[in-house]
């Protein structure tokens, strides 16, 4: 199993930013789509929603209507990396954060995520 490592969460206050990190072994991690993912309080496991996903060429992503305009996904293939920059927060943005690979393949593993919340 190659199971990511996130960081980069904390308390912030509404309108701030945070930029989350994670980063996954293995060498094929440039050939596989990457996503971010949230838990919100109260949610269960496989509920854990889609919340941004880059493709393999970085170029190409995806984002939940929710996060549109206020988050971006990165990947950086050398250091098998891939980041969240949120921006202009709002407090139902307070989840535990995972990243996992977006389709079947060596990186679809849940990893311990990082909480984020968004509180005045």
């Known amino acids: 199993q190659v199971q990511p490592v996130e960081s980069g969460g904390g308390l912030v206050q509404p309108g701030g930013s945070l930029t989350l990190s994670c980063v996954v072994s293995g060498s094929s991690f440039s050939d596989y789509a990457m996503a971010w993912y949230r838990q919100i309080p109260g949610m269960q496991r496989d509920q854990r929603e889609v919340?941004?996903?880059?493709?393999?060429?970085?170029?190409?992503?995806h984002y939940a209507d929710s996060v549109k305009g206020r988050f971006t996904i990165s990947r950086g293939n050398a250091k098998n990396t891939v980041y969240l920059q949120m921006n202009n927060l709002r407090p139902d943005d307070t989840a535990v954060y995972y990243c996992?690979?977006?389709?079947?393949?060596?990186?679809?593993?849940w990893g311990q995520g990082t909480q984020v919340t968004v509180s005045s």
């Open positions: 996992k690979g977006r389709f079947a393949g060596p990186y679809n593993y």
């Open positions: 919340v941004a996903t880059v493709f393999p060429n970085g170029a190409t992503t």
